[in-house]
């Protein structure tokens, strides 16, 4: 399950598991936004972006 709370991005940033955080916040400072990926389980995510 994916869960974007706070987007401003185009598109949302998709994330499918725990191990991908780090490209994930890779790909915010390219972007200039601040990512905060919250790994609660290995099948749920909630990721915020500000």
Known sequence: M????KSMIEPPVMIRDCIRTVDIERRSELIGHALQVYCLTMETLIAVVE
């Open 2 to 5: 994916i869960q974007i709370v």
